[in-house]
């Protein structure tokens, strides 16, 4: 989702982090993942999406590991 050739900003890389971690929290919070879980390229590029996108971290959690229709 990010180009890797695009410098990222101080900032930007703080909000992603602290959003990953709360998505994380609520993934767990949710029931959706357990400790430990590893995250696979795949869904990291998903969620960066997510935080793109500007979806919250709950909503996230929701998208990436809720029941599909």
């Not at 959706?32 to 990291?44: E, G, N, Q, W």
Request: glycine residues 6%.
């Amino acid at each position: 989702m990010l180009d890797k050739f695009n410098q990222l900003t101080p900032e930007y890389v703080r909000d992603l982090d602290a959003w990953t971690r709360a998505w994380f929290e609520e993934a767990v919070a949710a029931g959706f993942i357990r400790v430990p879980y590893r995250l696979d390229a795949a869904t990291v590029e998903l969620i960066q999406g997510y935080f793109v996108s500007g979806l919250r971290p709950a909503e996230a959690a929701e998208a990436c590991f809720g029941r599909k229709h």
